[in-house]
């Protein structure tokens, strides 16, 4: 499954920039990401958008296991790209990363996840349909992606925890 120490979430920093250009040209053959892109997402004036990565510690090297790129709103966590290389595929570690993001989310009351996956990447469709974080289908819609093709939006609605009840004496 994972690493035998547990692999360190992290922000994007920029000596993460090259090794994330490779990940995400492989992983998104027609939108990879330039290194000025990485840039221009993180510095967004509008928006609050997040570049976090999962490496490996053991690994003198901090080789990149996953990376997720999230736009944030006030109620609202929306994944815009998910990395893994694909040769550490399959090993949880993509899993790992969105339940790292959920669950820091939930402190700051963002209860609604959202991921848009383009209708030709079924591994990633799987990958939520699936997925242990909670994903359900919810819609195809065209507006989404910035190429005009149709994606799928999936999304997982964290319930608020409910306090226990105490006994009042």
Request: proline residues 4%.
């Amino acid at each position: 499954m994972l690493t035998t120490t547990a692999p360190l979430v992290r922000w994007m920093q920029a000596t993460d920039i090259p090794s994330l250009v490779e990940l995400f040209a492989e992983s998104f053959a027609r939108e990879h990401w330039l290194p000025q892109d990485f840039t221009d997402f993180a510095m967004h004036p509008n928006r609050d958008n997040r570049i976090k990565v999962l490496v490996d510690e053991s690994d003198r090297s901090q080789q990149i296991l996953a990376a997720i790129a999230v736009t944030l709103t006030a109620e609202e966590c929306c994944v815009r790209r998910l990395a893994v290389p694909r040769e550490l595929r399959r090993q949880g570690h993509a899993t790992y990363l969105l339940n790292q993001v959920a669950g820091r989310q939930s402190v700051i009351q963002r209860r609604i996840f959202t991921a848009v996956v383009p209708e030709t990447n079924l591994a990633a469709q799987l990958f939520f349909r699936d997925s242990s974080v909670g994903f359900r289908f919810d819609a195809a819609d065209r507006r989404w992606l910035a190429n005009g093709h149709q994606g799928y939006v999936f999304r997982f609605l964290k319930t608020p925890r409910r306090r226990r009840a105490t006994a009042r004496i």
